[in-house]
């Protein structure tokens, strides 16, 4: 897993790629290296072509990503009578750490050190969406995720001294520079797979530097769906409702509160500590035989079961801060999706 403060290359994705944490880094992380070589069993498979052109795009989404200056709130307080269990603030990472952050919010207080409450949440997350693997529709699955660059790949870049440490009050907590995020994939590299360098003799693509790792993603509408009928199967209910205050909360016969309120905690909980982080994501028509996912000059795109996903990147982790504007811009989009058109184009042998 490598996913941004949201997760690091795929909060967008929507992947575990790397369950990353929310907390701003007050010393740098190691990180390990990327395997140097690869066993000639283990080169790439045949790559299908991804049909990447703008007249595709069959659906655009945007939804804002609440992401929690000070990491996920998961305190329980009480409202009257109501134990109100706050469970929010993941900053894109929600899915990912969704059995993690619960198992902790309802358990005993969480430890000081969010590095180890992120290591938690993810070692949770990853035992409890195990069974979910191989399933129907496949929920969630594995995938071969490439980053291609024309530029030598090497660790990120260092901390801009030029940049405050800290940015100023009208930034609201906003992190200056990607290195201002917490990186805690280090923590789980028992059960992630390292990356690994793929020479020039093995590179399916036309980009003079590849890397690839295994990453497991989400298959939304298979996933939600799941979750759903399991939640409904139980007994469960859905009942709409609105609330002003926190105060109605101790009005409701159940007295046990689960509290997600996403991005609307920031005005009804007065969680000032609350950013909004704009996400849009962008869909090709399905390809079933496309069986992987890329980064390139600051695009990802991921095949899903429900359309390949494409998402514009800038400055890694600092695209959509602060921007909590839920239109669409379709240019956005194109943009993304004409690099890839433009990488397939010299993709060998594979006209598109």
Not at 142 to 158: I, W
Not at 182 to 205: C, E, H, M, W
Not at 232 to 259: Q, T, W, Y
Request: glycine share 8%.
């Amino acid at each position: 897993m490598d996913r941004r403060c949201l997760l690091k290359n795929s909060l967008a994705l929507g992947g575990l790629a790397g369950l990353g944490g929310c907390a701003a880094q007050p010393h740098p992380v190691a990180v390990a290296k990327p395997v140097s070589r690869v066993a000639i069993e283990d080169r790439p498979p045949p790559l299908a072509p991804i049909r990447a052109h703008p007249d595709r795009l069959f659906d655009i989404k945007v939804c804002i990503r609440p992401f929690r200056t000070k990491g996920p709130n998961l305190d329980v307080e009480q409202i009257g009578d109501a134990m109100v269990v706050h469970n929010y603030g993941h900053g894109g990472s929600g899915w990912s750490l969704s059995w993690g952050s619960a198992d902790i919010a309802l358990a005993a207080e969480a430890p000081a050190n969010f590095g180890d409450v992120w290591e938690q949440m993810a070692r949770m997350s990853w035992k409890n969406l195990r069974p979910y693997l191989g399933l129907a529709g496949n929920p969630v699955a594995f995938t071969d995720m490439y980053r291609l660059s024309d530029t030598p790949l090497g660790q990120e870049a260092p901390r801009d001294p030029s940049i405050p440490p800290l940015p100023p009050p009208s930034w609201s907590g906003l992190p200056a520079q990607s290195s201002d995020f917490g990186k805690y994939a280090d923590r789980i590299s028992d059960i992630t797979p390292q990356t690994q360098v793929l020479a020039d003799d093995i590179n399916p693509f036309p980009a003079k530097h590849v890397t690839r790792t295994t990453n497991l993603f989400f298959n939304f509408t298979e996933y939600g769906h799941l979750l759903t009928g399991q939640f409904f199967a139980a007994g469960g209910k859905i009942v709409m409702r609105d609330f002003h205050a926190p105060s109605e909360l101790a009005n409701l016969p159940e007295k046990v509160v689960i509290n997600c309120p996403g991005f609307a905690a920031r005005d009804w909980w007065k969680d000032k500590n609350m950013m909004p982080v704009r996400g849009q994501t962008g869909w090709l028509i399905p390809q079933p035989e496309v069986q992987y996912g890329l980064t390139y000059r600051n695009v990802q795109v991921l095949s899903k079961s429900d359309g390949i996903m494409v998402i514009a990147l800038e400055n890694g982790e600092l695209k959509g801060y602060n921007d909590s504007d839920e239109s669409v811009r379709r240019a956005e989009s194109e943009r993304a999706v004409r690099v890839i058109e433009e990488l397939y184009s010299r993709f060998p042998g594979n006209p598109v």
